[in-house]
């Protein structure tokens, strides 16, 4: 009897001592105010499709470096969504807030369409090199004419911002200062 006490007293134990600490749960924030008053597409429609990664991988997952070759992934911190999903809502919500086109649709509406803007994710991670410490994105978008099939233009767009933290909160400000760059350059790239 005694040994069944001892026996689920170290259960017990061990159960306690395997606790994590709690999951954090971060999202993009993305503040575009650009309007534009007039616009060449005003009375056109665009797409926006879910962004494709060549390099990063696209998930729920934050990832960090500290150097060229490994990548980890923050064990109690994540995103709020897959990023991809995330991204393409804030393309969509800056690209709507400009008023450059009649209507902006994800890539997933029956609505037919004048526009289709494609973007490719390159990197989209928190860099750590000895005590600095950047977020990076990098996203090339392309803008393709959906009447003709042609390109129209296509733009590669790189943030490497300071992080104030070496942490998973540090990543994620920082990352929202090149979101909130990118979301006012693509609106003002795509005009």
Not at 8 to 24: D, E, F, R, V
Not at 122 to 146: C, E, M, N, P, Y
Request: with cysteine; charged share 20%.
């Amino acid at each position: 009897m005694k040994q069944l006490v001892l026996i689920l007293m170290l259960i017990w134990l061990s159960g306690c001592s395997n606790k994590q600490a709690p999951l954090k749960i971060y999202t993009l924030n993305a503040q575009s105010d650009v309007k534009i008053s007039q616009s060449k597409f005003r009375q056109k429609t665009i797409k926006v499709s879910y962004p494709q990664s060549l390099k990063s991988k696209i998930g729920e997952k934050m990832y960090y470096s500290y150097n060229s070759m490994e990548e980890g992934a923050y064990q109690n911190s994540q995103w709020s969504n897959n990023i991809g999903k995330l991204l393409q809502g804030t393309f969509i919500e800056a690209i709507e807030q400009s008023k450059l086109f009649k209507a902006v649709l994800p890539y997933t509406s029956t609505a037919g369409e004048d526009y289709r803007l494609e973007s490719t994710i390159f990197a989209f991670s928190h860099q750590v090199r000895g005590k600095q410490s950047h977020a990076l994105v990098s996203i090339q978008f392309a803008l393709i004419d959906t009447n003709t099939g042609r390109l129209i233009k296509t733009k590669y767009f790189s943030y490497r911002v300071p992080t104030k933290t070496i942490d998973a909160k540090g990543y994620v400000e920082a990352t929202n200062v090149a979101i909130n760059r990118l979301s006012k350059d693509l609106v003002q790239w795509l005009r």
